[in-house]
């Protein structure tokens, strides 16, 4: 929702009249997308290695959930490194 109303006042014709206010929401546009985009590839990663094991397990392939379970590792390092980003 924030987006939006950032994306409404960019499109206003007289946005540019005062540069140091489109700046600012020009870096919080920026930040929020960023934001949104890095939300939606944890989500999606996620999704896709809790598919994985469930496969894994269906199958009982060892090597599969080992896998599996690296790249929650990895993402969960990913998540944490977004984290201290945002402090």
Known sequence: KKL???????????????LNRAQSILKERSYLEK??????????????????IEL?????????MVEAEKE????SKFVKQQ???CM
């Open 4 to 18: 939006d109303i950032l994306n409404t006042e960019c499109a206003k014709h007289d946005f540019w009249d005062n």
């Open 35 to 52: 934001s949104i985009t890095t939300i939606n590839k944890i989500d999606s990663d996620l999704t896709s290695n809790i598919e994985l």
């Open 56 to 64: 894994a397990e269906l199958e009982k392939d060892e090597s599969l």
């Open 72 to 75: 929650i590792f990895k993402l």
């Open 83 to 85: 984290e201290i980003e």
